[in-house]
């Protein structure tokens, strides 16, 4: 496993979030029915998104939440979490 700074993790994290943030509100727009497709411009590339693939859209927002929730469980140290782990331990 590649080693990151709390730094490059955080990163990482803020990327997500916006990347989230744009497929959700590309979501919507399909949704809503005011267009039929969206283009997503992260800077590297550009993504032509139309109603019909509504299923594939969900189907990208879920991978970028699970990235998103895998990185801080791993990370809790730069997350400011608990890592969501519990240690549980026979009581005799």
Do not use: H
């Not at 727009?29 to 997503?40: C, K, T, V």
């Not at 509504?54 to 730069?78: Q, V």
């Amino acid at each position: 496993m590649a080693c990151f700074s709390c730094t490059e993790i955080q990163q990482k994290i803020a990327n997500l979030k916006a990347l989230i943030d744009a497929y959700e509100e590309a979501s919507l727009s399909l949704a809503s029915g005011n267009i039929q497709e969206y283009i997503i411009d992260t800077g590297q590339t550009k993504q032509v998104v139309k109603k019909l693939d509504m299923d594939k859209l969900d189907g990208i927002i879920d991978s970028l939440y699970n990235r998103l929730t895998i990185l801080c469980n791993r990370y809790p140290e730069c997350t400011g979490s608990s890592g969501g782990t519990i240690i549980v331990r026979p009581s005799w």
